[in-house]
């Protein structure tokens, strides 16, 4: 696995000078250290996880998201979804696996699965700042969406600031 942090540091636990600037420095947080580990000790098991470019995870609600380099998710879904298992067990969150630097629509339709989006567009504040709102079509038996956390994910992973409607 490909991290910011060093093997070293991850195995260890202990974060060298390196590592440590990176995190004081906000470049990388306590959860992507976390979660890096718990990747990185995965990784004999499940040799997949070797070539996963890890970037960033975002603890939000009950939700653990993971960003992962395009094409690497899957990876991370190989193994018959037992990465994603254990990821889910030993954080206790429902795991959501996203793309880094895809297009802002396909980052969102990933955010939302299963729900289908109807419609992207941007709202402009009167202080000069934009929402992103997104309409997503009701569904009849699925899930409704953790829409706070989707909030926080947009917001951490993208710099986007959602607002969330549903439509039927
Ligand atoms: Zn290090």
Redesign the pocket.
Known sequence: MKTE??N??LKSGI??S??QGKLKSGKVSDIDFTIARLLLSLEEKYPSLQDVHFHKAVDADRILAILVDKGDVPRLLSHGGKIVKALGEKTEKTIRVLEYGVAERKFLEDLFVPLNILTINKIWLPDGTTETRVILKRGRRKRIPNVKASKQIAKELRGITLRVEFAN
Do not use: A, D, I, V
């Open positions: 942090l060093c070293f540091c974060l060298c390196k590592c």
